[in-house]
Antibody, heavy 119, light 107 residues
Framework: EVQLVESGGGLVQPGGSLRISCSAS????????MHWVRQAPGKGLEHVAA????????YYPDSMKGRFAISRDNSKNTLYLQMSSLRAEDTAVYYC????????????WGQGTLVTVSS | EIVMTQSPATVSVSPGERATLSCRAS??????LAWYQQKPGQAPRLLIY???TRAPGISARFSGSGSGTEFTLTISSLQSEDFAVYYC?????????FGQGTKLEIK
């Protein structure tokens, strides 16, 4: 069974940093691009970052460039998101998602980890 | 950046009836369009990809249509478990933008 399990969320002060993780199992991790998507409380879905299977290429929407860094360790089947200079508006549930090679949707999604930015 | 617009924002439908949700792209995304269902407190779940292909395990009551810029998700004979928020997403051009969602509520 394919599983994605996020961890590392929590309360962080404005201006602080946090790294969240996603542990993958049930598939060949290195063969898939991986993504982070976030959802602020009561809001819609927002794409945060993506990374190629070998980790050599990363993608960020213009609105996310500069403060977020996606990475992966294929030896540990783990995806990471390093977040810095955090703001209240970064408060959200962060989901890890898999994307099959080629033109394909996001499937499956992890259960998400909540990041709260507040003093 | 492609803009995805869903309508309506909220739709009220009685159980057993049919619901029709719309999604429009600001430019052509071919058939690279997915629909997701999200229930409160849960992660989104893939329903439809390629504009019209049901994901494994998804009920035949869910159907998708359209191509280019206009897409529709139809849910026939609504069941209680279908009341949720539905998002469309284009994955034709980076970034893979989501629509703002349509809330399907019980009438």
């Amino acid at each position: 069974e394919v599983q994605l399990v996020e961890s590392g969320g929590g309360l962080v002060q404005p201006g602080g940093s946090l790294r969240i993780s996603c542990s993958a199992s049930g598939f060949t991790f290195s063969s898939h691009n991986m993504h982070w998507v976030r959802q602020a409380p009561g809001k819609g879905l927002e794409h945060v970052a993506a990374i190629s299977g070998n980790g050599g290429t990363t993608y960020y929407p213009d609105s996310m460039k500069g403060r977020f860094a996606i990475s992966r360790d294929n030896s540990k089947n783990t995806l990471y998101l390093q977040m810095s200079s955090l703001r209240a508006e970064d408060t959200a549930v962060y989901y890890c998602v898999r994307r099959d090679p080629g033109s394909s949707p996001f499937d499956p999604w992890g259960q998400g980890t909540l990041v709260t930015v507040s003093s | 950046e492609i803009v995805m617009t869903q309508s309506p924002a909220t739709v009220s439908v009685s159980p057993g009836e049919r619901a029709t949700l719309s999604c429009r792209a600001s430019q052509s995304v071919s058939s690279d369009l997915a629909w997701y269902q999200q229930k409160p407190g849960q992660a989104p779940r893939l329903l439809i990809y390629g504009a019209s292909t049901r994901a494994p395990g998804i009920s035949a009551r869910f159907s998708g249509s359209g191509s280019g810029t206009e897409f529709t998700l139809t849910i026939s004979s609504l069941q209680s478990e279908d009341f949720a928020v539905y998002y469309c997403q284009q994955y034709d051009n980076w970034p893979y933008i989501f629509g703002q969602g349509t809330k399907l509520e019980i009438k």
